[in-house]
């Protein structure tokens, strides 16, 4: 038993790590989706966030308590300051505005020397252990499930439903959008904290456009209406990779494929508690009628 | 050399309206941001190729027929992915994930046949000419970029302006219900416009595929973010726009290489964006049009 564990945990504990990971990013982005905020900006929120962390840890002494704390105020403070002029946006406008954010944290991390450069940063130490993540994504379910029944939740859901009527209600709108664009970046940089410290190697290459529409995939895939869409679909996405193997080179394209038609049969994910609701009701009405 | 930078600038900044003409036309009429045009543009570059390579086509044949194959791969899509979802009413986040998928498609479908490798143009189909005038050089292909995307940009203004066509797609960027109910044929200027967009994505395939003779599966997103960068500098689905937007960016790309730093080139284009976007939503030259209560 301990013998198949330990290889098994040799093989795949990445996959697992990864799958941690990818769900705090869907998460992040499902809380800014909950406000009726399309943004785009987790990937580089990520990068922030471990860049902040992976430079405490290569260049002081400082425990990695301190470090996952700067990968979630960094991209804090970030996210505070574009946020307040970028969230007069919405909609497409604001995922342009933030995929354009995106592309320019890119380019400066690309030509900073403290960053590294194209090379990234190497020798990142290894520090993540596996409890650590299943800890900040327990504490960050636990925070968003208490934040959806909240006021704070009802506020966000109003926004996301109709802003302006949420406005006439007496809702402070441009708050309520700028924290959960704040809360955001925070889950979205403690993941990227975390992930540099066991890839052991981050580059700007890593935070790019590219991310930032895998992480919006995994929480549409898996449907933002709770926390366990988002939850399955980033286990879902990160485990597909391995269970394609097989199809070698077109196995982005299965990828893609699955993509369309998610989007195109199942809108709303593939969790989406109103369809089960409604194909329960019609099971228990087909039966019913068959009583009578 | 201001003024030989003023040419460079003027010939990648018409490939990057050409580019955007079709990405701002969808938006335009069809309301969706197709993120599939970039890799339609890589399509449109390899299909020349193969035209050019296997059949020996000539090479300005070769750019009539991508453009015509890539027009029909943008009905394709547009029937099998686009129109399915303007059926069911779909909120705008979903056509731009499904042509997200769509991309990944094309990229990594033309990857498994081409390779990742670059290719190139086989020795002596691209003219070598260039013309000198003074100090100024002009590659012969550089003369061919700018006079395709001007002719190109100015039948489409000319279609969009001043014919009845124009006027019934407009009518449709206006209200796709009141359209319908005047008479037009909605669905069938949906696929138009499909073909219309990716044929345009296609040439500008075609023109950079030429001009830096590098073709490559990934060529397709960089010109993508520049694409997303000029439609919203010049105000989404306006034509005209497009076409300032991209010449703009061609400009400021080129005289920020030249002048500054080759570093922040690509930066350049989505520090734009962030500004125009900060300043002024609609882009440099539209309405300001907003939902009030």
């Not at chain 1, 990818?22 to 987790?42: F, P, Q, R």
């Not at chain 1, 002029?85 to 995929?99: C, E, F, I, K, N």
């Not at chain 1, 097989?246 to 593939?270: T, W």
């Not at chain 2, 066509?165 to 960027?173: E, K, Q, V």
Request: net charge positive; hydrophobic share 55%.
């Amino acid at each position: 038993m301990a013998e198949w564990w330990d290889g098994f945990w040799a093989i795949y504990s990445t996959v697992i790590f990864g799958i941690g990971i990818n769900a705090m990013l869907a998460l992040s982005i499902y809380l800014t989706l909950s406000c009726g905020l399309l943004s785009l900006a987790n990937a580089a929120f990520m990068g922030i966030g471990a860049y902040a962390a992976a430079m405490i840890s290569m260049q002081t002494e400082l425990p990695f308590g301190l470090a996952l704390l700067a990968s979630a105020v960094t991209p804090a403070i970030v996210a505070l300051i574009i946020g307040i002029p970028v969230l007069r946006l919405s909609g497409v406008y604001l995922a342009m505005a933030t995929l354009g954010f995106g592309e320019v944290v890119r380019v400066i991390v690309l030509n900073m020397d403290i960053t590294g450069g194209p090379m990234g940063l190497n020798g990142i130490p290894l520090k993540t252990e596996w409890w650590h993540i299943a800890l900040i994504l327990a504490a960050t379910l636990f925070v968003l499930g208490r934040l959806r029944r909240s006021k704070v939740g009802r506020a966000f859901e109003a926004i996301k439903e109709d802003d302006i009527a949420a406005r006439l209600m007496g809702v402070h709108v441009a708050r309520y959008k700028l924290l959960a664009f704040v809360l955001g970046a925070v889950i979205a940089g403690l993941a990227g904290g975390l992930n540099a410290h066991y890839t052991f190697t981050i580059g700007p290459g890593n935070y790019a456009f590219e991310n930032a529409v895998d992480i919006l995939t995994m929480a549409v895939f898996g449907g933002t209406s709770n926390l366990i869409g988002p939850l399955l679909g980033s286990t879902i996405l990160s485990l597909l990779p391995e269970i394609m193997r097989s199809m070698k080179d077109f196995r982005l394209a299965a990828n893609g494929l699955i993509l369309i038609i998610v989007i195109l049969y199942l809108p709303k994910g593939i969790w989406a508690p109103s369809r089960i609701r409604n194909w329960r009701r019609q099971q228990t009405a087909s039966t019913s009628g068959k009583e009578a | 050399m201001f003024e030989q930078q003023l040419i460079n600038a003027l010939s990648l900044g018409s490939v990057y309206a050409l580019f955007a003409l079709g990405f701002t036309l969808v938006f335009g009429v069809l309301g969706v941001i197709n993120l599939s045009h970039g890799a339609i543009f890589m399509l449109g570059s390899y299909i020349a190729l193969l035209l050019v390579q296997q059949f020996q086509m000539s090479l300005w044949l070769a750019m009539l027929a991508a453009m015509l194959i890539c027009g029909l791969i943008g009905i394709i899509v547009d029937f099998l992915v686009l129109r399915p979802l303007r059926k069911r009413n779909a909120p705008h986040l979903s056509p731009m994930i499904a042509t997200i998928g769509v991309a990944i498609m094309l990229t990594n479908i033309a990857q498994g046949i081409f390779g990742a490798e670059n290719k190139r143009f086989p020795f002596g189909t691209i003219p070598e000419d260039s013309f000198s005038l003074g100090n100024l050089h002009l590659t012969a292909v550089q003369l061919a970029i700018i006079l395709i995307s001007f002719a190109l940009m100015m039948v489409l203004l000319v279609l969009m302006r001043r014919t009845q066509l124009g006027r019934a797609l407009r009518a449709i960027a206006e209200s796709p219900k009141a359209a319908y109910l005047l008479g037009i044929n909605v669905e069938g200027l949906f696929f138009l416009t499909s073909f219309a967009a990716a044929a345009l994505g296609g040439a500008a395939g075609v023109l950079v595929g030429l001009s830096f003779n590098a073709i490559s599966p990934f060529m397709g997103q960089p010109m993508l973010h520049k694409g997303i960068a000029v439609i919203i500098l010049g105000g989404m689905g306006d034509i005209r726009g497009a076409m300032i937007g991209g010449l703009f960016l061609g400009l400021a790309e080129v005289m920020s290489v030249a002048y500054l730093s080759s570093d922040f080139r690509d930066a350049i284009a989505f520090g734009l964006l962030f500004l125009i976007l900060l300043v002024r939503p609609s882009g440099m030259f539209g309405k300001i049009s907003e939902r009030k209560a």
